[in-house]
């Protein structure tokens, strides 16, 4: 039931939903079984193959209510950032530049098991 003319547009397929989207299509899919998406399913052709059909007003309100998730509230990507504990501090340094209060999580220091055993014999010497 979908228009030719891209304009008046009034149902997408799933794939134009991923496309226009930029989510991945497990993600949209997850999104139509769970609910938060409404889709019909229509067959194809004669067959009793059945794809999904979004109402494009339907895909404009999931769209807006998924918002930024992963995403920090000022629209920055988050992520884990990796470092010597010197380039560690010179981030920190910069960060306090520009009066940024949250600061870093350190992340713990993993030790191989053959470090681990090595430091254990160097202790008991």
Do not use: C
Request: charged share 30%; net charge positive.
């Amino acid at each position: 039931m979908t228009k030719k003319n891209e304009s008046t547009k009034t149902v997408l397929t799933l794939k134009e939903v991923v496309e226009m989207s930029g989510l991945s299509p497990v993600y949209v899919r997850r999104a139509i079984l769970t609910g938060k998406l409404a889709s019909t399913k229509v067959p194809v052709g004669d067959t009793a193959v059945l794809r999904h059909e979004i109402a494009v007003a339907d895909f404009e309100a999931w769209r807006a209510g998924t918002g930024t998730r992963g995403r920090r509230s000022d629209g920055r990507a988050k992520y884990t950032l990796y470092g010597t504990p010197e380039e560690v501090a010179a981030i920190e340094e910069i960060l306090q530049a520009h009066e940024f209060t949250t600061p870093l999580k350190k992340a713990p220091v993993y030790k191989s098991k053959k470090a681990q055993v090595e430091a254990a014999v160097e202790v008991e010497q």
